[in-house]
């Protein structure tokens, strides 16, 4: 499995979220839908909720898209 991972990050919150709309939109325009978008906040993050968003199989799709905000 090839895993790419995406940091934003900076004081620009503006073009930072916009990239990330970005992403989400071409991402479930590409999977069809967003059964397999996490989108995730790390201060309710629990580290076993972590691995299981983080490794879990994608259901009848090639990937899945894991946002962690605020990490």
């Known amino acids: 499995m090839i895993a790419a991972t995406i ?9 930072s979220l916009r990239k990330l709309h970005d ?28 691995g299981r968003q983080l490794f879990a199989q994608p259901f009848l799709a090639k990937s899945r898209l894991v946002i962690i905000r605020d990490l």
């Open 23 to 50: 992403i989400k939109k071409r991402y479930v325009d590409k999977a069809l839908g967003d059964t397999n978008l996490v989108d995730l906040e790390a201060e309710n993050l629990k580290t076993d909720e972590l």
């Open 7 to 15: 940091l934003l990050y900076g004081d620009d919150t503006f073009s």
